[in-house]
């Protein structure tokens, strides 16, 4: 009769009693888990958009440098100049101005040195 009388009939009680604590537990952790891959999955998905935004512009930059040394080629700026029909020669030397370069000028100092204030 003492054992009935300690446990006084709840002998299932345990399970219960650490069961749903435990599943609220997993539950949790697996939200966090979903969550953290959804974020994973979207994080990854616009890293791929850029780099192939960044595929795509790197590729443009690369076209329009060579359309620009294309176009600074010097033959190719005399037929651009024969087709719209300008004719354009160095300038004579008395015609060229020539300005002396200057030290720049340190920016003025408007701070109080050593003041308290």
């Known amino acids: 009769m003492d054992k009935r009388n300690r446990r ?7 399970l219960i009693f650490w069961g749903v604590p ?14 953290l891959h959804g974020t994973c999955t ?10 192939r935004e960044y595929a795509e512009l790197r590729k443009e930059v690369l076209n329009e440098e060579h359309h620009w040394v294309a176009a600074r080629y010097i033959g ?9 029909g300008l004719q354009m020669s160095f300038p004579e030397p008395d015609q060229v101005i020539r300005l002396n370069r200057q030290e720049p000028v340190p920016p003025t100092q ?7 204030i």
Request: glycine share 12%.
């Open 8 to 14: 006084h009939g709840h002998d299932g009680n345990r």
């Open 22 to 35: 435990l599943m609220a537990l997993v539950a949790a952790l697996g939200m966090v888990y979903l969550h």
């Open 42 to 51: 979207g994080i990854g998905q616009n890293i791929t958009r850029l780099e």
């Open 76 to 84: 190719n700026m005399e037929a651009l100049l024969d087709r719209h």
């Open 110 to 116: 408007y701070a109080r040195q050593g003041s308290p």
